[in-house]
C-alpha cells in the first residue's frame, strides 16, 4: 500500500516531455520524490557549510564530489523504494525488517563512497588517518539519515494510502447509496403504474370510455416527464410541484369532484427536492382519502419556510366532515408509500430532514415535509 509511488511514475515509452518528469508524476510521487530531493539537498547543504566554515581550500572539488555522491544516494533512495514496493513485503511489520537489514548496508556503502570521493577531492585526506571509531561513527551518521528519510517515505506513503481508502469508502457508499435510492425509486414505479392502471380500469367499466382515453394520455404524458426521472437528482419544487398537478389532473378523470390547492411562499420556487418525493404522498392522498370520502373533495399541497430556514411541504386532503378515519394503529399511506419517502430523505439528507404524517383537526390527514432548503433568505 505504501509503494504506489516511483514504480508507476516513468515516463511512457521511455521519451519524457519536455515539461519534465514531475508534472507526469502522481500526487503520492511527485511528494516522495520532493522529501527526497530535500533531505538530500539539505544534507549537502549542510555538510557544503560546514567545509565552507572550516577554511578548507579545496571546496570547490569536494562540493563537486559530494554532489556526485549524492546522485549515488539518490539512487540507493530508488532502490530501497522498489524494495519497499515487493509484493512481499505488503505488511508493515515486514518493511520495517527489511529497512533494518538494508539501511545500515546502504548507509556503510555509501559512507565508503563518500569517503574515498572526499579523499580524492581533499589530498589531506587519507588512510593514514581512519580510525575504526570515525568509521562506525560515520556509518551510524548515515545509518539514521537513510532510516529518517525511510520512516518520512513510509509515513507520507500510509497518509496517501489512508487518503486513498478514504476515496475508495466514499466511492463504495456513493455506489451503495444510489443503488438503494434506485431500489426505491423501482418500488415507486410499479405502485404507481397499478394504482393508476386501476382508476382506467374503473373508468371503463364505468362505460366512461372517452375519459378513460383522456386519462391513458395524461398518464403517458407524466409517464415520460416524471418516472425517467433520477432519483439521484434533485429538481426545482415548482417542477415537483408541476409533476403532482399534473398527477391529480389524471385522477380528476375519475373524480370529476376533486379540488386542487396548491399554495408555494413566494422564494421557494427554485428550492432544490428530490425527484418525485411527493408522488406517493399524493398518491395515497387519492387512494385513501378522495377515494373513500364522498365529494367535495380537496387536496392541498402547501410550501413554506420554517422559522430555522428550512423547507416544509404539506399535502393535505380535506374530506367532507363527518367521514370516518381509521384509528390511529391504522393510518393509511403508512406503508410502501411513506416508507419510501421516509427511507429516501433519509439517505439524501440525514438528521436534516423530518416527516410527519397522521390526522389533523377535523377531518384532514395531513403529511408534512421539513428538509433543507438551499435558497437565498
Given amino acids: 500500500m505504501a509503494s504506489r509511488s516511483l514504480d508507476r511514475a516513468g515516463a511512457q515509452g521511455g521519451v519524457l516531455p519536455r ?3 514531475l508534472p507526469r508524476l502522481s500526487a503520492r510521487s511527485r511528494a516522495i520524490v520532493w522529501l527526497t530531493l530535500a533531505f538530500w539537498l539539505s544534507n549537502f547543504a549542510l555538510l557544503t557549510l560546514g567545509t565552507a566554515l572550516s577554511g578548507n581550500p579545496h571546496l570547490a572539488g569536494i562540493a563537486g564530489m559530494r554532489a556526485l555522491v549524492m546522485l549515488l544516494g539518490l539512487g540507493l533512495c530508488w532502490l530501497i523504494h522498489r524494495l519497499l514496493a515487493w509484493p512481499r513485503l505488503s505488511s508493515w511489520q515486514r518493511r520495517v525488517i527489511a529497512l533494518a ?3 545500515p548496508v546502504c548507509a556503510e556503502l555509501f559512507a565508503w563512497l563518500a569517503f574515498f570521493a572526499e579523499m580524492a577531492a581533499d589530498p589531506a585526506i587519507g588512510l593514514g588517518g581512519f580510525t575504526w571509531a570515525g568509521a562506525v561513527r560515520t556509518i551510524a551518521y548515515w545509518t539514521w539519515f537513510f532510516l529518517a528519510w525511510a520512516g518520512l517515505y513510509l509515513a507520507l506513503s500510509y497518509s496517501f494510502d489512508v487518503q486513498a481508502e478514504k476515496a475508495r469508502s466514499a466511492a463504495l457508499q456513493a455506489e451503495a447509496h444510489a443503488a438503494q435510492l434506485r431500489a426505491l425509486q423501482g418500488q415507486i414505479n410499479p405502485h404507481f403504474l397499478f394504482n393508476s392502471l386501476n382508476s382506467v380500469s374503473a373508468l371503463i367499466l364505468e362505460g366512461e370510455a372517452e375519459r378513460a382515453e383522456a386519462m391513458v394520455t395524461g398518464l403517458a404524458r407524466f409517464l415520460r416527464a416524471g418516472l425517467a426521472a433520477d432519483p439521484m437528482a434533485t429538481i426545482p419544487l415548482a417542477e415537483e410541484i ?10 380528476q378523470y375519475r373524480y370529476p369532484d376533486l379540488e386542487i390547492d396548491v399554495r408555494v411562499e413566494p422564494g421557494l420556487e427554485t428550492a432544490p427536492v428530490p425527484a418525485l418525493i411527493l408522488q406517493p404522498i399524493v398518491e395515497n392522498a387519492v387512494k385513501h382519502g378522495v377515494a373513500g370520502s364522498p365529494p367535495p373533495t380537496r387536496i392541498e399541497i402547501e410550501a413554506e419556510r420554517t422559522p430555522d430556514g ?3 411541504i404539506a399535502v393535505t386532503n380535506r374530506a367532507r366532515p363527518g367521514t370516518k378515519r381509521p384509528a390511529a394503529g391504522r393510518l393509511p399511506g403508512a406503508g410502501i408509500g411513506l416508507a419510501n419517502v421516509r427511507q429516501r430523505l433519509a439517505l439524501l439528507h ?28
Avoid at 408541476?242 to 385522477?251: D, M, N, P
Avoid at 397522521?358 to 435558497?375: F, K, T
Fill in 350 to 377: 440525514g438528521a436534516a430532514q423530518s416527516i410527519e404524517a397522521g390526522p389533523a383537526a377535523g377531518d384532514v390527514w395531513r403529511v408534512r415535509l421539513v428538509l433543507p432548503a438551499e435558497v437565498g433568505r
Fill in 101 to 103: 537489514i538494508v539501511a
Fill in 310 to 312: 428550512r423547507l416544509a
Fill in 242 to 251: 408541476a409533476l403532482q398537478r399534473a398527477y391529480l389532473e389524471i385522477e
Fill in 19 to 21: 515539461a519534465g518528469l
